[in-house]
């Protein structure tokens, strides 16, 4: 029977078997090379010469175990320069086998961490690397490779060219590798972008990683680990998308209930229904229906992943509460304020509570009430750049909250009463109103000779378009009244000069 090779989408027809040759051949190499240390290269010759036939044979098998034995002979001499150049002058070679290629990349791969020292190993990774550039079938080998250098630059401390290595790959685009992998990989990535402060290359390679993959509990490190890189980047930047982050990691894991007997045998009956070609696009379309529909429960937690839990949900209500106010911010403290979870924590959900209110805050009493419970989280502490910051929002967030309050329940106010109810001096209020003007927060003018603010409601779209209707139709009715005492005053003057006539 005739023996085929599929190599690189070919069809390839396997000429000779050289098993019997190999069988023979390489272990009198290896044994030569071992024995005599100066008949190294007269094996390594050897071994060459029957490459040569099973390249030109089309005997993927025999080659490969051929390309192998030759690495194998070249560790076992310990003679690394060797190595590296036999590798990069078989992967070279005209027809070379593919499949050949990747056991024998393989093979090398396994020596990276038995080199005898840095050098050698950085040697042969960049041998490795170079021989492997831009071949699909050696992707992953190329990616772990591309790994282990960037790990040996960041413990020299060179993180920048750590980075530049890691960012070289293009993890998402390749097929082979395990989506596992592939995100640890990208992960990697993000994590040496951050460590060299590029926030823009980092943002990037966060959106090659799809949140669904985190659905699946087994993958929970990871996720824990991403929305971890997340935060460090949008922490300072975004409090909105901070929030978020915590969010995510603090809903606990799920995982699909297991079917009862009476839910087994009905997905049994439904399975013997496949045998029917009528009615198989339906079952197909039951079956998704019906995993979309599985109940899923919560994974049981250890005490201490709960207060983890909770503690993420502080952080997430907190950087809600910081971060600016408009429609979105307002929606999701309207999602954590129906946490039941809060309910562990009483003071933050009252927080949560009186920025959700259309009361005023007073300063002085929100600090007496919350402020050393707020002074006991991380984010706010003082000796922190970010804590400095926090702390400066808070303020802000708090003056914002009470001028939205203010513009709510008056029309019109004069400058020195709200500078009462803000315990702010009059310049300041007037920066804030500012603020909240441009961003459109609110509708405000003021009067500053008489010392009086006008405060006006954000009207709709709609109510635009029937003002601008109702003012157009007045014009009409207007034009057409116009019209019709001109045609009038036409008509009695021509009857009056008829009459003089």
Known sequence: ???????????????????????????????????????????????LQLEKQTRLGADMVSCSRVLVAICQICFDASNWNALNEYVTLLVRR?????????????????????????????????????????????????ARLTKTLADIKEADGDIAAAATVMEELQVETYGSMDKREKVELILEQMRLCLLKEDNVSTQIIAKKISIKFFDDPAQHDLKLKFYNLMIQLNRDTSFLNTSRHYQAIAEPSRKKAALTPVDSAATDEKKKLDDDKKKKDEDEKDKKSEAAAEPEVEVELTESQKKELTDKLVCAVIYCVLAPYDNEQSDMMAYLSKNKKLEDVPVYKEILRLFMSKELINFDTFNADFGLVLAENDMFKDATKHGKKCIAELKDRLIEHNIRIIAMYYSRLHLARMSELLNLPASRCEEYLSKLANSDTIRVKIDRPAGIIYFTTKKSASDILNNWATDVN????????????INKEECVYSVMCAVED
């Open 1 to 47: 029977m005739d023996t085929y090779l599929f190599d690189g989408g070919r069809i390839t027809k396997m000429e000779v078997d050289y098993e019997p040759a190999c069988n023979e051949k390489i272990p009198l190499a290896k044994e030569l090379a071992k024995k005599n240390p100066d008949a190294f290269h007269e094996a390594i010759e050897m071994m």
């Open 94 to 142: 005209r027809s070379q086998l593919k499949q050949a290629v990747v056991k024998m990349i393989q093979e090398c791969c396994t020596y990276v961490d038995k080199t005898p020292n840095k050098e050698t190993k950085l040697k042969l990774i960049d041998t490795l690397r170079s021989v492997t550039e831009g071949k699909i079938y050696v992707e992953i080998e190329r």
């Open 474 to 485: 007045q014009l009409m009715s207007l034009v057409n009244k116009t019209c019709h005492l």
